[in-house]
Protein backbone atom coordinates (compact mmCIF):
# COMPACT_ATOMS: atom_id res chain seq x y z
CA UNK A 1 0.00 0.00 0.00
CA UNK A 2 1.29 3.59 -0.61
CA UNK A 3 2.07 5.65 2.83
CA UNK A 4 0.88 8.74 2.95
CA UNK A 5 2.89 11.57 2.73
CA UNK A 6 4.12 14.00 5.66
CA UNK A 7 5.55 17.47 5.61
CA UNK A 8 6.68 20.13 7.57
CA UNK A 9 5.43 23.76 7.12
CA UNK A 10 8.10 25.94 9.00
CA UNK A 11 5.79 28.97 9.46
CA UNK A 12 2.53 29.98 8.96
CA UNK A 13 3.61 32.63 6.13
CA UNK A 14 4.34 29.54 4.24
CA UNK A 15 1.26 27.06 4.71
CA UNK A 16 -0.55 28.40 1.07
CA UNK A 17 2.26 26.59 0.04
CA UNK A 18 0.60 23.29 1.30
CA UNK A 19 -2.21 21.55 0.68
CA UNK A 20 -4.16 21.92 3.66
CA UNK A 21 -7.94 21.06 2.57
CA UNK A 22 -6.87 17.72 1.77
CA UNK A 23 -4.98 16.74 4.60
CA UNK A 24 -4.71 16.27 8.26
CA UNK A 25 -2.90 19.20 10.17
CA UNK A 26 -1.08 19.29 13.72
CA UNK A 27 -0.88 22.79 15.02
CA UNK A 28 2.58 23.07 16.82
CA UNK A 29 3.11 25.67 19.08
CA UNK A 30 5.52 24.55 22.00
CA UNK A 31 6.20 27.93 23.93
CA UNK A 32 3.29 28.10 24.65
CA UNK A 33 0.07 27.52 23.03
CA UNK A 34 -0.24 24.08 22.48
CA UNK A 35 1.45 22.99 25.64
CA UNK A 36 -1.05 25.32 27.62
CA UNK A 37 -3.72 22.99 25.80
CA UNK A 38 -2.44 19.76 26.38
CA UNK A 39 -2.07 21.05 30.23
CA UNK A 40 -5.46 22.25 30.58
CA UNK A 41 -7.59 19.52 29.24
CA UNK A 42 -5.07 16.96 30.87
CA UNK A 43 -5.96 18.24 34.28
CA UNK A 44 -9.61 18.14 33.39
CA UNK A 45 -10.95 21.14 31.92
CA UNK A 46 -13.89 20.71 29.92
CA UNK A 47 -13.27 22.17 26.40
CA UNK A 48 -10.81 25.06 25.28
CA UNK A 49 -11.82 27.77 22.42
CA UNK A 50 -9.79 29.44 20.88
CA UNK A 51 -10.37 32.70 19.78
CA UNK A 52 -8.05 35.16 17.93
CA UNK A 53 -8.52 38.41 19.29
CA UNK A 54 -8.22 39.48 23.05
CA UNK A 55 -11.93 41.31 22.66
CA UNK A 56 -13.41 38.34 21.25
CA UNK A 57 -12.38 36.54 24.66
CA UNK A 58 -14.03 39.14 26.86
CA UNK A 59 -16.95 38.76 24.90
CA UNK A 60 -17.21 34.91 24.72
CA UNK A 61 -15.56 34.28 28.79
CA UNK A 62 -19.18 37.14 29.71
CA UNK A 63 -21.34 34.78 27.50
CA UNK A 64 -20.26 31.18 28.35
CA UNK A 65 -20.95 29.72 32.03
CA UNK A 66 -17.89 28.25 33.84
CA UNK A 67 -14.98 30.05 32.01
CA UNK A 68 -11.94 31.16 32.37
CA UNK A 69 -10.52 33.59 29.92
CA UNK A 70 -6.89 33.63 28.97
CA UNK A 71 -4.00 34.55 26.55
CA UNK A 72 -0.87 36.62 25.45
CA UNK A 73 -0.09 39.35 23.04
CA UNK A 74 3.98 39.11 22.96
CA UNK A 75 4.72 36.67 25.93
CA UNK A 76 2.87 38.35 28.50
CA UNK A 77 -0.88 38.00 29.82
CA UNK A 78 -3.50 40.51 27.72
CA UNK A 79 -5.15 42.91 29.33
CA UNK A 80 -8.79 42.31 30.36
CA UNK A 81 -7.71 38.61 30.51
CA UNK A 82 -7.68 36.81 33.72
CA UNK A 83 -5.21 34.33 32.80
CA UNK A 84 -2.04 33.85 30.72
CA UNK A 85 -0.17 31.50 28.94
CA UNK A 86 1.40 29.51 31.38
CA UNK A 87 0.92 25.94 30.60
CA UNK A 88 2.03 25.28 34.65
CA UNK A 89 -0.77 27.80 36.13
CA UNK A 90 -3.75 25.31 34.70
CA UNK A 91 -3.49 22.83 37.49
CA UNK A 92 -6.37 20.39 37.94
CA UNK A 93 -7.91 21.98 41.38
CA UNK A 94 -8.35 25.63 39.14
CA UNK A 95 -9.53 24.10 36.33
CA UNK A 96 -11.04 20.85 36.23
CA UNK A 97 -14.77 21.33 34.73
CA UNK A 98 -14.13 24.62 33.36
CA UNK A 99 -13.95 26.35 29.88
CA UNK A 100 -11.24 28.05 29.38
CA UNK A 101 -11.47 30.83 26.31
CA UNK A 102 -7.87 31.12 24.92
CA UNK A 103 -5.98 33.72 22.64
CA UNK A 104 -2.47 33.58 21.87
CA UNK A 105 -0.08 35.67 20.01
CA UNK A 106 0.74 32.71 17.14
CA UNK A 107 -1.16 29.62 18.02
CA UNK A 108 -4.68 30.61 17.76
CA UNK A 109 -4.01 32.20 14.75
CA UNK A 110 -2.65 29.41 12.74
CA UNK A 111 -5.36 27.35 13.53
CA UNK A 112 -7.41 29.88 11.99
CA UNK A 113 -5.53 29.40 8.85
CA UNK A 114 -5.76 25.99 8.74
CA UNK A 115 -9.24 25.69 9.39
CA UNK A 116 -10.04 23.80 5.97
CA UNK A 117 -8.09 20.96 6.70
CA UNK A 118 -9.77 17.56 7.19
CA UNK A 119 -8.55 16.98 11.08
CA UNK A 120 -7.45 19.25 13.03
CA UNK A 121 -4.91 18.15 15.82
CA UNK A 122 -3.22 19.82 18.56
CA UNK A 123 0.48 18.84 19.03
CA UNK A 124 3.02 19.20 21.93
CA UNK A 125 5.91 16.82 24.11
CA UNK A 126 3.19 16.86 26.30
CA UNK A 127 1.23 14.51 24.20
CA UNK A 128 3.38 13.91 21.82
CA UNK A 129 2.67 9.92 22.19
CA UNK A 130 -0.83 9.92 21.77
CA UNK A 131 -0.82 12.21 18.98
CA UNK A 132 1.88 9.88 16.97
CA UNK A 133 -0.24 6.92 18.35
CA UNK A 134 -3.36 8.56 16.56
CA UNK A 135 -1.80 9.46 13.15
CA UNK A 136 -0.13 6.46 12.55
CA UNK A 137 -3.50 4.71 11.87
CA UNK A 138 -4.78 7.76 9.46
CA UNK A 139 -4.25 6.89 5.72
CA UNK A 140 -4.05 10.94 4.89
CA UNK A 141 -2.05 13.49 3.88
CA UNK A 142 -0.28 15.22 6.73
CA UNK A 143 0.65 18.32 7.82
CA UNK A 144 2.97 19.72 10.41
CA UNK A 145 2.29 23.16 11.20
CA UNK A 146 4.27 25.21 13.04
CA UNK A 147 2.89 28.80 14.57
CA UNK A 148 6.44 30.06 14.88
CA UNK A 149 6.87 33.60 16.05
CA UNK A 150 5.16 36.19 14.07
CA UNK A 151 6.00 34.39 11.21
CA UNK A 152 9.66 33.58 11.67
CA UNK A 153 10.77 30.13 12.14
CA UNK A 154 11.53 29.08 15.36
CA UNK A 155 13.70 25.73 16.84
CA UNK A 156 10.83 24.68 19.79
CA UNK A 157 8.15 23.77 17.23
CA UNK A 158 10.29 23.06 14.60
CA UNK A 159 12.08 20.22 17.07
CA UNK A 160 8.85 18.81 17.95
CA UNK A 161 7.73 18.37 14.20
CA UNK A 162 10.84 16.18 14.28
CA UNK A 163 9.83 14.63 17.33
CA UNK A 164 6.81 13.54 15.59
CA UNK A 165 8.25 12.64 12.37
CA UNK A 166 10.84 10.39 14.20
CA UNK A 167 7.38 8.29 15.70
CA UNK A 168 5.66 8.09 12.10
CA UNK A 169 8.98 7.87 9.62
CA UNK A 170 7.64 3.90 9.44
CA UNK A 171 4.11 4.85 7.94
CA UNK A 172 4.92 7.91 6.06
CA UNK A 173 6.64 9.16 3.31
CA UNK A 174 8.16 12.85 2.42
CA UNK A 175 9.78 14.35 0.08
CA UNK A 176 10.37 17.86 2.23
CA UNK A 177 13.48 19.34 2.75
CA UNK A 178 11.95 21.13 5.90
CA UNK A 179 10.56 17.82 7.61
CA UNK A 180 14.04 16.20 6.50
CA UNK A 181 15.92 19.32 8.77
CA UNK A 182 13.35 19.19 11.14
CA UNK A 183 14.48 15.49 11.92
CA UNK A 184 17.85 15.98 12.13
CA UNK A 185 17.65 18.93 14.26
CA UNK A 186 15.84 16.34 16.79
CA UNK A 187 18.36 14.11 16.46
CA UNK A 188 20.94 16.51 17.61
CA UNK A 189 18.61 17.79 20.33
CA UNK A 190 16.27 14.40 21.75
CA UNK A 191 18.76 13.23 24.47
CA UNK A 192 18.27 16.78 26.31
CA UNK A 193 15.47 19.37 24.52
CA UNK A 194 15.67 21.66 27.13
CA UNK A 195 19.12 22.25 26.92
CA UNK A 196 18.93 22.22 23.40
CA UNK A 197 15.73 24.88 23.46
CA UNK A 198 17.81 27.26 25.99
CA UNK A 199 19.56 29.03 22.97
CA UNK A 200 16.61 29.93 21.29
CA UNK A 201 15.08 33.37 21.07
CA UNK A 202 11.64 32.90 22.25
CA UNK A 203 12.94 31.15 25.30
CA UNK A 204 15.51 33.95 25.72
CA UNK A 205 12.21 36.35 25.91
CA UNK A 206 9.98 34.14 27.74
CA UNK A 207 13.21 33.41 30.00
CA UNK A 208 13.22 37.48 30.87
CA UNK A 209 9.65 37.26 32.05
CA UNK A 210 10.52 34.65 34.71
CA UNK A 211 9.08 31.67 33.06
CA UNK A 212 11.73 29.19 32.96
CA UNK A 213 10.17 26.21 35.19
CA UNK A 214 7.08 27.03 32.37
CA UNK A 215 9.39 26.10 29.24
CA UNK A 216 11.06 23.51 31.43
CA UNK A 217 7.49 21.98 31.75
CA UNK A 218 6.58 22.06 27.73
CA UNK A 219 10.17 20.01 27.22
CA UNK A 220 7.97 17.31 29.34
CA UNK A 221 7.52 14.25 26.89
CA UNK A 222 4.08 12.56 27.41
CA UNK A 223 3.32 14.30 30.58
CA UNK A 224 -0.30 14.98 29.76
CA UNK A 225 -0.87 12.47 27.13
CA UNK A 226 -3.78 12.24 25.74
CA UNK A 227 -5.23 13.24 21.46
CA UNK A 228 -6.45 16.69 21.06
CA UNK A 229 -8.95 17.76 18.21
CA UNK A 230 -10.34 21.08 17.23
CA UNK A 231 -13.93 20.26 16.15
CA UNK A 232 -16.50 22.74 15.88
CA UNK A 233 -14.67 25.74 17.19
CA UNK A 234 -13.70 23.82 20.41
CA UNK A 235 -10.57 21.90 21.50
CA UNK A 236 -11.10 18.69 23.41
CA UNK A 237 -9.81 15.34 24.09
CA UNK A 238 -11.05 12.62 21.76
CA UNK B 1 32.62 47.66 20.22
CA UNK B 2 29.13 46.32 19.31
CA UNK B 3 28.99 43.40 16.86
CA UNK B 4 26.91 43.42 13.62
CA UNK B 5 23.80 41.51 13.61
CA UNK B 6 23.38 38.24 11.31
CA UNK B 7 20.58 36.76 10.09
CA UNK B 8 19.28 33.97 7.66
CA UNK B 9 16.07 34.18 5.98
CA UNK B 10 14.77 30.67 4.83
CA UNK B 11 12.55 31.75 1.58
CA UNK B 12 11.86 34.40 -0.43
CA UNK B 13 8.32 34.67 1.25
CA UNK B 14 9.66 35.67 4.09
CA UNK B 15 11.66 38.04 3.07
CA UNK B 16 9.48 41.42 4.15
CA UNK B 17 10.07 40.26 7.76
CA UNK B 18 13.81 41.29 7.54
CA UNK B 19 15.22 44.84 7.38
CA UNK B 20 16.50 44.45 3.68
CA UNK B 21 17.25 47.66 3.15
CA UNK B 22 19.49 48.60 6.22
CA UNK B 23 21.58 45.01 5.29
CA UNK B 24 23.79 43.38 3.03
CA UNK B 25 22.61 40.50 1.58
CA UNK B 26 24.00 36.97 0.50
CA UNK B 27 21.86 35.37 -2.19
CA UNK B 28 21.92 31.81 -1.77
CA UNK B 29 20.71 29.43 -4.34
CA UNK B 30 23.29 26.70 -4.13
CA UNK B 31 21.49 24.12 -7.13
CA UNK B 32 22.55 26.02 -8.62
CA UNK B 33 22.05 29.80 -9.92
CA UNK B 34 24.93 31.06 -7.26
CA UNK B 35 26.92 28.05 -8.77
CA UNK B 36 26.95 28.69 -12.01
CA UNK B 37 27.10 32.43 -11.06
CA UNK B 38 30.70 31.23 -8.95
CA UNK B 39 31.85 29.12 -11.82
CA UNK B 40 31.03 31.46 -14.69
CA UNK B 41 32.71 34.47 -13.46
CA UNK B 42 35.59 32.15 -12.03
CA UNK B 43 36.51 30.92 -15.44
CA UNK B 44 36.67 34.27 -16.65
CA UNK B 45 33.36 35.28 -17.92
CA UNK B 46 33.52 39.19 -18.33
CA UNK B 47 29.94 39.67 -15.87
CA UNK B 48 27.33 38.17 -15.52
CA UNK B 49 23.51 39.92 -16.09
CA UNK B 50 20.52 38.03 -13.91
CA UNK B 51 17.05 38.58 -15.50
CA UNK B 52 13.70 37.22 -13.98
CA UNK B 53 12.08 36.73 -17.57
CA UNK B 54 13.66 34.43 -20.14
CA UNK B 55 11.93 36.71 -22.90
CA UNK B 56 13.44 39.50 -21.39
CA UNK B 57 16.80 37.16 -21.57
CA UNK B 58 16.51 36.30 -25.24
CA UNK B 59 15.87 40.10 -25.85
CA UNK B 60 18.78 41.18 -23.55
CA UNK B 61 20.97 38.45 -25.56
CA UNK B 62 20.38 40.03 -28.97
CA UNK B 63 21.52 43.32 -28.24
CA UNK B 64 23.95 42.80 -25.76
CA UNK B 65 27.61 41.94 -27.94
CA UNK B 66 29.78 38.95 -27.12
CA UNK B 67 26.51 37.39 -25.15
CA UNK B 68 25.78 33.73 -24.18
CA UNK B 69 21.73 33.35 -22.69
CA UNK B 70 20.88 30.84 -20.41
CA UNK B 71 19.07 29.75 -17.60
CA UNK B 72 16.35 27.26 -16.56
CA UNK B 73 12.92 26.58 -15.63
CA UNK B 74 12.18 23.52 -13.06
CA UNK B 75 15.69 22.66 -13.58
CA UNK B 76 15.88 22.40 -17.22
CA UNK B 77 16.90 24.61 -20.20
CA UNK B 78 14.03 27.42 -20.79
CA UNK B 79 12.94 27.17 -24.20
CA UNK B 80 14.26 29.69 -26.71
CA UNK B 81 17.98 30.09 -24.56
CA UNK B 82 21.32 28.73 -25.95
CA UNK B 83 22.28 27.49 -22.23
CA UNK B 84 21.10 25.99 -18.61
CA UNK B 85 21.83 26.27 -15.18
CA UNK B 86 24.83 23.91 -14.74
CA UNK B 87 28.16 25.35 -13.60
CA UNK B 88 30.22 22.59 -15.08
CA UNK B 89 29.34 23.23 -18.38
CA UNK B 90 30.88 27.32 -17.82
CA UNK B 91 34.57 26.15 -18.90
CA UNK B 92 36.76 29.11 -19.25
CA UNK B 93 37.16 27.65 -23.18
CA UNK B 94 33.93 28.48 -23.47
CA UNK B 95 32.74 31.39 -21.12
CA UNK B 96 35.95 33.58 -20.76
CA UNK B 97 35.06 37.68 -22.01
CA UNK B 98 31.94 36.63 -22.01
CA UNK B 99 28.68 38.40 -20.90
CA UNK B 100 26.18 35.92 -20.09
CA UNK B 101 22.47 37.42 -19.46
CA UNK B 102 20.89 34.58 -16.97
CA UNK B 103 17.41 33.75 -15.94
CA UNK B 104 16.78 30.81 -13.51
CA UNK B 105 13.62 30.01 -11.18
CA UNK B 106 14.12 30.94 -7.63
CA UNK B 107 17.81 32.93 -7.72
CA UNK B 108 16.90 35.65 -9.98
CA UNK B 109 13.67 36.07 -8.47
CA UNK B 110 15.39 36.44 -5.21
CA UNK B 111 17.56 38.98 -6.18
CA UNK B 112 15.38 41.27 -7.57
CA UNK B 113 13.23 41.35 -3.96
CA UNK B 114 16.27 42.47 -2.08
CA UNK B 115 17.23 44.76 -4.98
CA UNK B 116 17.23 47.80 -2.27
CA UNK B 117 19.89 46.02 0.06
CA UNK B 118 23.18 48.02 0.90
CA UNK B 119 25.35 45.56 -0.66
CA UNK B 120 24.14 42.35 -2.82
CA UNK B 121 26.95 39.59 -2.05
CA UNK B 122 26.41 35.97 -3.92
CA UNK B 123 27.09 33.09 -2.47
CA UNK B 124 27.80 29.81 -2.74
CA UNK B 125 30.26 26.71 -1.49
CA UNK B 126 32.37 27.55 -4.79
CA UNK B 127 33.18 31.05 -3.66
CA UNK B 128 32.61 30.36 0.59
CA UNK B 129 35.70 31.93 1.95
CA UNK B 130 36.01 34.96 -0.22
CA UNK B 131 32.33 35.75 0.86
CA UNK B 132 33.48 35.14 4.46
CA UNK B 133 36.53 36.40 4.05
CA UNK B 134 34.56 39.89 2.71
CA UNK B 135 31.74 39.95 5.23
CA UNK B 136 34.06 39.53 8.45
CA UNK B 137 34.91 43.01 7.89
CA UNK B 138 31.21 44.70 7.23
CA UNK B 139 30.47 46.37 9.96
CA UNK B 140 26.80 46.07 9.03
CA UNK B 141 23.38 43.92 9.51
CA UNK B 142 23.96 40.67 7.66
CA UNK B 143 20.70 39.08 6.06
CA UNK B 144 21.72 35.53 4.28
CA UNK B 145 18.78 34.55 2.25
CA UNK B 146 17.76 31.58 0.64
CA UNK B 147 16.87 31.40 -2.70
CA UNK B 148 14.38 28.11 -1.70
CA UNK B 149 12.79 26.17 -4.32
CA UNK B 150 9.46 27.96 -5.24
CA UNK B 151 9.14 29.73 -1.67
CA UNK B 152 10.06 26.13 -0.27
CA UNK B 153 12.80 25.61 2.46
CA UNK B 154 15.73 23.62 1.22
CA UNK B 155 18.26 21.71 2.97
CA UNK B 156 20.91 22.80 0.65
CA UNK B 157 20.79 26.90 0.67
CA UNK B 158 19.66 26.41 4.70
CA UNK B 159 23.19 24.68 4.85
CA UNK B 160 25.61 26.91 3.18
CA UNK B 161 24.00 29.61 5.70
CA UNK B 162 25.14 27.92 7.80
CA UNK B 163 28.42 27.03 6.91
CA UNK B 164 28.68 30.87 6.32
CA UNK B 165 27.80 31.99 9.47
CA UNK B 166 30.55 29.01 11.07
CA UNK B 167 32.95 31.53 9.70
CA UNK B 168 31.32 34.80 10.87
CA UNK B 169 30.24 34.04 14.46
CA UNK B 170 33.23 35.43 16.13
CA UNK B 171 32.61 38.73 14.42
CA UNK B 172 28.34 38.93 14.17
CA UNK B 173 26.15 38.58 16.81
CA UNK B 174 22.47 36.54 15.76
CA UNK B 175 19.54 36.15 18.01
CA UNK B 176 17.74 34.31 15.19
CA UNK B 177 16.55 30.79 15.43
CA UNK B 178 16.85 30.28 11.82
CA UNK B 179 20.79 31.16 11.51
CA UNK B 180 20.95 28.63 14.82
CA UNK B 181 19.08 25.72 12.81
CA UNK B 182 20.98 26.48 9.43
CA UNK B 183 24.30 26.36 12.14
CA UNK B 184 23.38 23.17 13.34
CA UNK B 185 22.42 21.63 10.29
CA UNK B 186 26.01 22.61 9.03
CA UNK B 187 27.54 21.01 12.09
CA UNK B 188 25.77 17.60 10.78
CA UNK B 189 27.07 17.87 7.37
CA UNK B 190 30.37 19.81 7.34
CA UNK B 191 32.20 16.57 6.79
CA UNK B 192 30.21 15.36 4.07
CA UNK B 193 28.25 17.94 2.30
CA UNK B 194 27.42 15.98 -0.91
CA UNK B 195 26.17 12.97 0.77
CA UNK B 196 24.35 15.07 3.61
CA UNK B 197 22.48 16.35 0.60
CA UNK B 198 21.84 13.34 -1.30
CA UNK B 199 18.34 13.03 0.70
CA UNK B 200 17.22 16.14 -0.74
CA UNK B 201 14.10 17.26 -2.37
CA UNK B 202 15.89 19.16 -5.34
CA UNK B 203 18.79 16.97 -5.15
CA UNK B 204 16.24 14.09 -6.28
CA UNK B 205 14.38 16.23 -9.02
CA UNK B 206 18.01 17.54 -10.82
CA UNK B 207 19.60 13.59 -10.23
CA UNK B 208 16.84 12.75 -12.27
CA UNK B 209 18.03 14.88 -15.27
CA UNK B 210 21.27 13.40 -14.71
CA UNK B 211 22.97 16.27 -13.03
CA UNK B 212 24.48 14.38 -10.19
CA UNK B 213 28.33 15.72 -11.94
CA UNK B 214 26.70 19.22 -11.77
CA UNK B 215 25.56 18.77 -8.08
CA UNK B 216 28.73 17.24 -6.58
CA UNK B 217 30.59 20.18 -8.41
CA UNK B 218 28.38 22.38 -6.35
CA UNK B 219 29.28 21.09 -3.26
CA UNK B 220 32.86 22.18 -3.91
CA UNK B 221 34.40 24.35 -1.15
CA UNK B 222 36.70 27.15 -2.38
CA UNK B 223 37.31 25.63 -5.86
CA UNK B 224 36.01 29.34 -7.70
CA UNK B 225 36.97 31.43 -4.62
CA UNK B 226 36.19 35.15 -5.59
CA UNK B 227 33.88 38.01 -3.98
CA UNK B 228 30.82 38.28 -5.94
CA UNK B 229 28.86 41.45 -5.79
CA UNK B 230 25.37 42.80 -7.86
CA UNK B 231 25.94 46.33 -8.50
CA UNK B 232 24.20 48.56 -11.90
CA UNK B 233 22.27 45.46 -13.02
CA UNK B 234 25.43 43.30 -13.14
CA UNK B 235 27.26 40.45 -11.21
CA UNK B 236 31.03 40.70 -11.21
CA UNK B 237 34.04 40.09 -9.10
CA UNK B 238 35.44 42.15 -6.84
Redesign the interface.
Given at each position: MKKPTIECC??P??ID?YNVEESNVVIIDIFRATSTIAAALGNGANKIIPVDDVQECIKLGAEIENSVTAGERNGQIAEGLQYGNSPSTYKADFIAGKNLVLTTTNGTRLLYKVKHAQEIISGAFLNLGATAQYLAKQNKPLILACAS???????ED?LFAGALYNQLKEVYDT????M??AH??Y??AKNNLFEFLR????F?RLEKYGLTDDLKYCCKVDAQNNLIKFQDGELRIF
Open positions: LSALLWKDRFNLTDCDSRAHLSLDGAHN
